[in-house]
């Protein structure tokens, strides 16, 4: 859709993001201030900073400015949190002009004091359109400063940062298109601001700035290299080699999937991870959690919408069964809450995937997906409108947030209110291929109680046409089968496999039905449930012993007082 021919047209210097943008401060500008009175308000208004933000500012400076990466992690991922709970959990951090006197005017650090300045206002509060508008315009400076500087430049942040500028970059831009799609809402000014302006956030300048990070970074020949062997540095180049350009252009790959998502383009979106292998340990998405269910997510979301079931079940158990083993060292992460909130979307998905498509999970995700998702479950399994409604519902909870690339038709109000919204259509094409895949579960259910069954039988059964049963059951038949990925980095590739456990040849007007068991791993949940119940029982000890202990500490205490008396 968007890569046939990007490399001719996409990638290279990023100046035409910002072209022919208006500038937001000769929209929004008021009366012309003097210069001295600007450097007095500055000064001023550094003097209203609290004391431990002004100290934390100067240490994050000095920290960035020495290539501390250590000392910014601590600074990034504790620091700024908790003074913002502190300080600013109800408004903005203070203003950059009143930073920048704090740090001699430094250029790169208010940049980068700015992509945090308006994420905090994104996550806390409620953005403005001159705050999207001047939110773009810094990302605009950040990565024309880093893209098109003559050499590498001398900076270096935590990966966690890095993920989350090109993160946010990502979520600003969704954002973006949501808050302008929805017309109706827009004051008169604003509609005119938008018209003006409909290069702020363009699908084609966030594109390109991802791209121009893949290519600037050379990452995708370093992937390519490392897996088939080579040497590494020498396909990086001279940007590629600073971990900087080599994670920002890592992390773009997965923020191209996120995008072609939101787009629709699920093909392009596996395509884009042509490099990159899921099934390894040691890739670079593993050491960002964030990164890590970020990809998994959007993978199996992909596959789910492609039809794949057992894919994107896979997809989602594998990632579902890391974060619940690795949930209590992740609680004091910058990312709990978000990486708990995505886990919860695929635990739905997770549900509607087995659903259509029955096989055996994990027995922690089987027990979990019973207890959250038992009553759905057991809906879409009988079929029929309400099946479909249960379906709507978890869709629409756990489903990215979809996009139009285009904005809307400012000269036709009406027209432009009255258009689909994306989440709808996207809605209605997964619903179109799970209607023909609730024939599944619903004929799996009476077929694993026999062995050979008449087909009229059956059709009373299902209060069916024995016409139209035959048919079901080439559906079924059909559907028991799909492409399922067999290598570890082509997402896209995979051989027709059997997805289910039961299997049925029609003669006539006799089904013959056989079914493959799998044995339970019976050592498996004896060990799980015996160390469950020594924690319970370790438990009880502890707690009978300080029973004990405090019930003595009275008597031992009024033995003296009697002895006194």
Request: net charge negative; proline share 4%; aromatic share 12%.
């Amino acid at each position: 859709m968007y890569q046939e021919n990007f490399d001719e047209e996409f990638i290279g210097d990023i100046d035409a993001v910002v072209e022919n943008y208006v500038n937001v401060g000769e929209i929004y500008e008021g009366e012309m201030v003097g210069e001295e009175e600007l450097i007095m308000q500055a000064h001023s208004g550094a003097q209203s900073i609290p004391e431990q933000v002004r100290k934390f500012l100067g240490h994050l400076y000095r920290n960035m400015t020495n290539g501390n990466v250590n000392d910014l992690i601590y600074n990034y991922e504790n620091q700024f949190v908790r003074l913002s709970d502190k300080y600013y959990a109800k408004t903005s951090w203070p203003e950059p002009q009143y930073v920048a006197a704090l740090v001699g005017d430094d250029g790169l650090f208010l940049t980068l004091y700015r992509e945090l300045y308006y994420r905090h206002i994104y996550s806390r509060l409620h953005p403005s359109l001159e705050t999207r508008f001047r939110s773009f315009e810094n990302y605009c400076d950040l990565f024309n400063y880093i893209l098109n500087s003559d050499g590498p430049i001398d900076l270096e942040l935590p990966s966690q940062w890095l993920w989350d500028i090109v993160d946010e970059f990502i979520y600003q831009f969704q954002s973006f298109c949501t808050h302008r799609s929805r017309v109706a809402k827009r004051a008169p000014e604003e509609i005119a601001l938008l018209k003006e302006n409909p290069q702020v956030w363009n699908t084609y300048s966030v594109l390109n700035v991802l791209y121009s990070l893949i290519q600037k970074s050379n990452i995708n020949q370093q992937l390519l290299v490392s897996r088939q062997g080579g040497d590494v540095i020498e396909a990086a180049g001279p940007f590629g080699v600073r971990p900087l350009y080599k994670m920002l252009g890592y992390f773009s790959i997965i923020g191209l999937v996120r995008v072609h998502c939101m787009l629709g383009d699920y093909t392009l979106a596996l395509q884009t991870l042509e490099n990159i292998e899921l099934g390894n340990n040691r890739a670079l998405f593993t050491r960002v959690t964030a990164c890590h269910v970020t990809v998994y997510y959007y993978v199996g979301f992909a596959y789910l919408m492609m039809g794949r079931y057992a894919d994107a079940i896979q997809t989602f158990a594998h990632i579902l069964t890391f974060v619940s083993r690795t949930k209590q060292y992740q609680q004091r992460s910058l990312h709990f809450d978000a990486v708990n909130k995505k886990a919860d979307q695929m635990y739905a998905l997770l549900a509607v995937a087995i659903s259509l498509s029955p096989v055996r999970v994990d027995e922690n995700i089987h027990t979990h997906l019973r207890e959250a998702y038992g009553d759905q479950q057991h809906k879409i399994q009988r079929g029929g409108e309400e099946a479909i409604d249960v379906l709507s519902e978890l869709f629409l909870f756990s489903c990215p947030k979809f996009i139009m690339p285009n904005p809307p038709n400012y000269d036709d109000l009406e027209a432009a209110s009255n258009i689909v919204e994306p989440q709808s259509y996207q809605l209605k094409t997964f619903l179109r291929e799970a209607r023909l895949q609730l024939v599944v579960p619903t004929l799996r259910s009476f077929l694993k109680l026999y062995t050979t069954m008449g087909l009229d039988r059956l059709s009373t059964f299902l209060d069916m046409d024995p016409a139209e049963l035959r048919n079901q059951l080439i559906v079924y038949k059909q559907r028991c089968r799909q492409i399922k990925c067999t290598s570890g980095s082509d997402l896209l590739m995979g051989e027709p496999v059997a997805t289910t456990d039961l299997d049925f040849a029609l003669q006539e007007d006799m089904i013959f039905i056989a079914e493959s068991r799998v044995g339970r791993r019976y050592a498996d949940w004896f060990i799980r449930n015996t160390n469950k119940i020594q924690d319970l029982i370790g438990n009880l000890e502890t707690r009978q012993k300080t029973f004990i202990a405090n019930a003595s500490k009275p008597k031992e205490e009024e033995q003296p007082v009697v002895a006194a008396a």
